[in-house]
Structure formats: structure tokens, C-alpha cells
């Protein structure tokens, strides 16, 4: 089976290259699922109804998220709703959505996992806990298992990896929205990346207007953040999987710079 994870969509320039791009690159590439990470698709920031539907129109299967969920408070509105939108697992109890789902996709069932790391990030329960009692809540139940892993730090998506090697099928990074190099089959067989990357405005700072960042870093004072317009850059993995086991996965980097 062949699964394209999509890097963190930001803004307008995001969502339409997004929209763009997928429909070429699945039937090119013959991809049978698409996850993608929209918590920056609704002005860099959160969701809203309209970028989440324009998300789905555009090819997303399944739709993760991260410390930026509730920044919309539209979201609230349907996060209960949507099947296929999973935020982060390790808030409290009784926080509003789902921390995973299951994905049917003929007659293989895909687990998709949401979590947040804790270094630089909001103070939320542990990650690791909480992938292994998602772990014992799905045995069974599930052919191959993926993790958004929605962290920070470098070294604690490295750790996510290797605790969840031979345990789920794929990890992968988000938050940074700068693809890295290390996409790699870990010793026991799960796909990895630290970061995918992101669907945003090629000349921009993570999405953001580049004056709007320099002018914050010069002056140390409050900037209004808008984000950037014009071609856009795609970053993405497309994994391989064997939902029986029975063969090595691969993980192929997939960047795509539109012309300025």
C-alpha cells in the first residue's frame, strides 16, 4: 500500500497548492491514501470549516493537527463531527475530537495517531504513555499504524521513532515546516522522518511574510503575522507498506518548488 504524508499546510498559498498538486502527484505516483497536517491551513492558524472541506476537496484523506487546534474557534463547531480529523492524543480527558482513527481503505484498516511533543511545546500529558495505551486500544483492530508526531525538538521525534520502531508502520515529524534529509527504514522496520515540512508560500519564513519576521527578530516588539502569497513550495513523504508484514517498507522525500 502506498501512503503520502503531507507536510504542515499554511495559509491560502498552502491550501491551494495543496489542491493543486495532490491530485497530480496521487494518480502519477498511484497513491492510494493521503494524510496531511492542516493546523496552519486556516490563516497560518488553526481550522476552519472552508479550509478544512477545501483540504478534503483537494485529495486529504485524513487530516492531523497539532498545538495550533483551537486557535479557530470554528473548530469547536465540528470537531466532534469529522471522522478524519484527529488532533493531538495526550490532552487531558474529555478534551473535544479524537486523538486517533481508523481509516478503511478496502479491506485494510490504517490507525492514524496524533500527538504533541513537550519540549518547547505546551505542557500536555506524555506522549510516550499515551502512543502505548492508544497502542493497547487498537490491537486488532488495525493493519498498519502511522504517527504524527508533532513535536519541536530534533531529539524527541528521534526518541518517538525508536520507541515506536516495530510498532507501527510510520512516523513521522511535524511543527518545524523545514523538511529534513533523514527519511530512513529504522532497524525494525518503520518508515521515519524527523520533519516533513510544509504546503506554503515559497518566500516566506515557515508561511509568514519574510518582513514580518525580520522586523519581530530586529525590534524585539509584538508583529501582527500575516501570511505570505505567491508560488509555493510541497513537501511530502510517500511511504510503501505492506499491511501483512511480509516485505520491507521504503520512504521516498518528495519536495516540489513552484516556479516564482
Not at 481550522?47 to 487530516?63: M, P
Request: negative net charge; charged residues 25%.
Amino acid at each position: 500500500m502506498r501512503i503520502m504524508l503531507v507536510g504542515d499546510v499554511v495559509g491560502r498559498a498552502g491550501r491551494r497548492a495543496f489542491r493543486t498538486i495532490t491530485p497530480r502527484l496521487r494518480a502519477e505516483r498511484k497513491v492510494d491514501v493521503v494524510i496531511v497536517n492542516g493546523e496552519n491551513s486556516a490563516g497560518g492558524k488553526g481550522f476552519t470549516r472552508k479550509a478544512l472541506d477545501e483540504l478534503y476537496a483537494g485529495g486529504a484523506d485524513i487530516v492531523t493537527s497539532g498545538n495550533h487546534v483551537w486557535d479557530k474557534k470554528d473548530v469547536f463547531a465540528f470537531i466532534d463531527e469529522d471522522p478524519f480529523l484527529v488532533r493531538p492524543a495526550n490532552y487531558p480527558e474529555g478534551t473535544p475530537g479524537q486523538g486517533y482513527c481508523i481509516f478503511p481503505f478496502k479491506a485494510v484498516n490504517i490507525a492514524v495517531m496524533n500527538l504533541s511533543g513537550r519540549s518547547f511545546m505546551p505542557a500536555l500529558d506524555c506522549p510516550f504513555q499515551k502512543a502505548d495505551n492508544i497502542l493497547a486500544e487498537i490491537e486488532g483492530k488495525a493493519d498498519i499504524i502511522v504517527l504524527d508526531f508533532h513535536a519541536e525538538t530534533t531529539s524527541e521525534k528521534l526518541a518517538m521513532a525508536h520507541y515506536m520502531d516495530g510498532r507501527v508502520d510510520i512516523v513521522v515529524g511535524t511543527h518545524t515546516h523545514v523538511q529534513t534529509a533523514d527519511e530512513q527504514i529504522l532497524p525494525d522496520g518503520t518508515a521515519y522522518i524527523t520533519d516533513l515540512g510544509m504546503v506554503g508560500a515559497r518566500s516566506s519564513i515557515l508561511g509568514v511574510r519574510t518582513d514580518l519576521v525580520i522586523q519581530k527578530f530586529r525590534t524585539g516588539m509584538p508583529v501582527r503575522f500575516e501570511m505570505a502569497e505567491g508560488a509555493a513550495e510541497y513537501a511530502a513523504v510517500i511511504a510503501d507498506v505492506d499491511p501483512n508484514g511480509r516485505s520491507p517498507g521504503a520512504i521516498e522525500r518528495i519536495l516540489i518548488r513552484e516556479e516564482e
